[in-house]
């Protein structure tokens, strides 16, 4: 549904929602422009290929990147928060990619324990709150118009009817199995979705090599091999990914194996429970951070976490203001703000990395030691005005190989190293060719594609 929601607001381009406000896709176009003309993305996943969504309509993960938090947060960070003229009246396309966003997590929770509110179970302890929303997206689909028809009764209703009844089909599954029937604790929603059946059907056509439509004979013996032989896992660049260890098809994986020939139970033994105790041990030293959205700040958390050691240069990496409009928006608790010396160095290290790139290139073959030439070079150009930062722990070792020098160059070589690394993505996608492979797949079915 979230699929048809896109293709709808894809094709049409305009909806226009209760108050009258326009919902215009050409926001979402000029968001993947400026982006390109930038060199640089808003913590977006929306890139060209998004916009042609019609070469690949049946790919899950192009809409719900379209239609996701991420975009509606660049959307008013370029509308609100830097005032551009062409982003003007972006509210009302941020709300709408915003609740379809979250009306989608809605129906694909597949943690107990998610962090953030609309993907945890429907439980009651959330079935206020998210019954709340959902009458809220009820009001908002009900009233949305197209071409001053209401969408319900246009053409195109079905993706956006299909949610509605989603959403009376979740209240009355809750209200039968977990408040009167009590069979369940709380609903995990993406167990009723139908990636399974997907995942299975996909394992079944993987049987028949190029052949990907199987006959009667050939689905009797895929099925026979997947039910004895083996457990059943899709394809990596299927529609769906497989998330989960969930046991779909399988006549040997029914129960597990706890005891040994004695009778004995493993799970009781000594070995492993110090072996469980060892394992909790090793886990808990590490500790995983969110993705980070801006390059400062992924840079600096990188040498925070994994590099530095010394207490004093630690305190120098974090700061206590966030001086980022974006990262206000991107702010869910687990950010760290960069201090005012790591913004320094990143952004003198940024103006040469792009005046480097344009005048010499760094995919030119004959440039050696890269990294070390970009980060001799912003040396030179960084302003003395940095080192009074440090203060006297700039006299407590060698100054030209102590902890400062130390620092600067592992912030440098962490963001050159993150840099890089986005240059050669952006040209790897730039020699792809159009994708053909998902429109003639029986004419053409391959073209190294």
Known sequence: ???????????????????GNQIDWN????LVDIQSSQGLHLATKIRPRHLQWAREKMKVKIA???????????????????????????????????????????????????KYLYRRPLSPSTAHTFFQFLDQVTIYISNLKLADVAVLNSPRKTGFLGFLICIQSLRGLYSTYVE???????????????????????AIRGKGGFNNSPSARHFEAAYKRLLVHTEISGPSTGNISHSENLTILS??????????????????????????????EDI?????????????????????????????CCSLLEGDIVISKLQQR?????????????????SAAEKYFRFFHKTTNIFNKNIKNLIDILILNTLKTLSPKILQNFENHLYDYDPLDGHVMRLIKLILCN????????????QQELSKTLKIRSIFTKTILFKHQ
């Not at 369940?184 to 979705?193: D, G, P, Q, R």
């Not at 390059?295 to 004093?312: D, F, G, N, P, W």
């Not at 991107?330 to 320094?344: D, H, M, P, R, T």
């Open 1 to 19: 549904m979230i699929k048809l929601v896109r293709n709808t607001f894809g094709s049409q381009k305009y909806l226009t929602d209760m108050s």
């Open 27 to 30: 926001f979402l176009v000029k």
């Open 64 to 114: 719900t990147q379209t239609l996701s938090k991420s975009v509606a947060d660049a959307l008013l960070y370029l509308g609100e928060d830097l005032k551009l003229p062409s982003f003007k009246d972006i509210k009302a396309t941020s709300i709408f990619v915003q609740m379809f966003n979250d009306l989608f997590d809605v129906f694909n929770s597949r943690n107990r324990f998610a």
């Open 180 to 202: 009167k029937l009590k069979y369940m604790k709380y609903i995990l929603t993406n167990k009723l979705s139908q990636d399974h059946l997907e995942l299975f059907f996909g």
């Open 251 to 280: 006549c040997g994986s029914g129960q597990q194996v706890t005891v040994d020939e004695h009778g004995e139970n493993l799970l009781n033994s000594k070995e492993f429970i110090d072996f469980k105790d060892a394992v909790s």
């Open 284 to 312: 808990s030293k590490y500790s995983f951070s969110s993705s980070a959205w801006d390059l400062t700040i992924y840079a600096e958390k990188k040498v925070l976490k994994k590099c530095v050691t010394c207490s004093q």
């Open 330 to 346: 991107k702010q869910y608790g687990s950010l760290v703000n960069a201090s005012k010396v790591v913004i320094e160095i990143c």
């Open 415 to 426: 963001y050159f190293n993150l840099r890089i690394h986005h240059e050669a993505t952006k």
